[in-house]
């Protein structure tokens, strides 16, 4: 069975990464440089190594078992791309929403954004360098979710890490349709 998973989150936090370190076939990934009007525009100074940028959408897909696909929808971070999100969301059965703990208000937009379409979706923080700067519950304050809402965290690099998160998001769907 085929399944749409939309992968979402801010400037930078991972969703290239994540979707390229899970996929079993060559991601398509609509990656562009950035240039010097777009690195003032998505406050590259945070991520200074950043060097390109998604303009579209990454695809990619995994099986999970013999009865199940996911196919997996990236999201382009930037605020002015956001118009695509609803043709990316479109028959998706839940989100993973990808955070930067350095920079909470990034996310903000993509919570929002699932809450308001009644999509179930779990957050995931990256762990920059393998590290959690805050505690989980306090980010789960900041980010104003409610206890419903899985918040994990995972490393976008990790193949198994990104299966793991995507486990979850399938789980928490699955709970929230029984729940219905």
């Known amino acids: 069975m085929p399944v749409k998973i939309v992968i979402a989150g801010g400037f930078g936090v991972g969703k290239t990464t994540a979707v390229s370190a899970i996929s079993e076939i060559r991601p398509l990934s609509t990656e562009a440089l950035l240039?010097?009007?777009?690195?003032?525009?998505?406050?590259?100074?945070?991520?200074?190594?950043?060097?390109?940028?998604?303009?579209?959408?990454?695809?990619?897909?995994?099986?999970?078992d013999e009865s199940l696909k996911l196919y997996l929808f990236g999201t382009p971070g930037q605020e002015r791309f956001g118009f695509m999100w609803r043709d990316l969301s479109r028959g998706a059965l839940g989100a993973l929403v990808i955070v930067d703990a350095?920079?909470?208000?990034?996310?903000?937009?993509?919570?929002?954004?699932?809450?308001?379409?009644?999509?179930?979706?779990?957050?995931?923080?990256?762990?920059?360098?393998?590290?959690?700067n805050h505690d989980l519950?306090?980010?789960?304050?900041?980010?104003?979710?409610?206890?419903?809402?899985?918040?994990?965290?995972?490393?976008?690099?990790?193949?198994?890490?990104?299966?793991?998160?995507?486990?979850?998001?399938?789980?928490?769907?699955?709970?929230r349709r029984q729940a219905r």
């Open 35 to 64: 240039t010097s009007v777009g690195a003032t525009t998505d406050r590259t100074d945070e991520v200074p190594a950043k060097t390109s940028t998604t303009v579209a959408l990454d695809f990619g897909c995994i099986t999970i």
């Open 102 to 132: 350095r920079r909470i208000s990034d996310c903000y937009p993509a919570v929002d954004y699932f809450e308001k379409l009644d999509l179930p979706f779990v957050v995931a923080i990256n762990l920059f360098d393998g590290e959690l």
């Open 137 to 175: 519950a306090e980010l789960r304050w900041a980010l104003a979710i409610d206890d419903g809402t899985p918040l994990i965290t995972f490393d976008a690099r990790d193949r198994l890490s990104v299966r793991d998160a995507l486990i979850t998001v399938l789980q928490h769907t699955s709970k």
